[in-house]
T-cell receptor, first 114, second 112 residues
Framework: AQSVSQHNHHVILSEAASLELGCNYS??????LFWYVQYPGQHLQLLLK??????LVKGIKGFEAEFIKSKFSFNLRKPSVQWSDTAEYFC????????????FGTGTRLKVLA | DVKVTQSSRYLVKRTGEKVFLECVQD?????MFWYRQDPGLGLRLIYF???????EKGDIPEGYSVSREKKERFSLILESASTNQTSMYLC???????????FGEGSRLTVL
């Protein structure tokens, strides 16, 4: 079955700490991978995406993610978090296997302490 | 700036009432989606539409219907609201079925 697993449901970090949020997926065929972010009181928005090419992708606000095909993973990283990164982060996958669907993970709530 | 607008941010309805959630996008996107967001469950697709008057069921269509009479507007209908439909409802649109989703701000529905 197609699925996306986000291992960390809640993460609390101090400012300047490094961040890595795990994402693993199960999806047949070619995949497109996404991280979306939802800041408090705001709509979901795209943080970064991977379609093809360089497996290390850079997004907005200093975030990056690495696609490791052999591990079915697309982990999100940031070297030094800021208080303003407090948000909920969703990993998502869709693909070209004949299905239309985005599959979303259950989300990770990140709280950054000032 | 691209925009997906959901008509109501907060609604409170009673069990059995008919509920309409409206969504309008200004990006001329072919595809529109309705998701339900619940804590610990992520986003679950209710219905989507890839063209005017076309619709497809998502993962949790039971108790919901949709309408897309115009390209820019996609409506979610709860024919007879129930308490287990209390949730945050998110509308989204995309240019391609596998492309970036643009979300509205959400409609938080409480069914008493």
């Amino acid at each position: 079955a197609q699925s996306v697993s986000q291992h960390n449901h809640h993460v609390i970090l101090s400012e300047a700490a490094s961040l890595e949020l795990g994402c693993n997926y199960s999806y047949g065929g070619t995949v497109n991978l996404f991280w979306y972010v939802q800041y408090p009181g705001q709509h979901l928005q795209l943080l970064l995406k991977y379609f093809s090419g360089d497996p290390l992708v850079k997004g907005i606000k200093g975030f990056e993610a690495e696609f490791i095909k052999s591990k079915f993973s697309f982990n999100l990283r940031k070297p030094s978090v800021q208080w303003s990164d407090t948000a909920e982060y969703f990993c998502a996958v869709n693909g070209n296997s004949g299905t239309y669907k985005y599959i979303f993970g259950t989300g990770t709530r990140l709280k950054v302490l000032a | 700036d691209v925009k997906v607008t959901q008509s109501s941010r907060y609604l409170v309805k009673r069990t059995g009432e008919k509920v309409f959630l409206e969504c309008v996008q200004d990006m001329d996107h072919e595809n529109m989606f309705w998701y339900r967001q619940d804590p610990g469950l992520g986003l679950r697709l209710i219905y989507f539409s890839y063209d005017v008057k076309m619709k497809e069921k998502g993962d949790i269509p039971e108790g919901y219907s949709v309408s897309r009479e115009k390209k820019e507007r996609f409506s979610l209908i709860l024919e007879s609201a129930s308490t287990n439909q209390t949730s945050m409802y998110l509308c989204a649109s995309s240019e391609a079925l596998t492309g970036e989703l643009f979300f509205g701000e959400g409609s938080r529905l409480t069914v008493l």
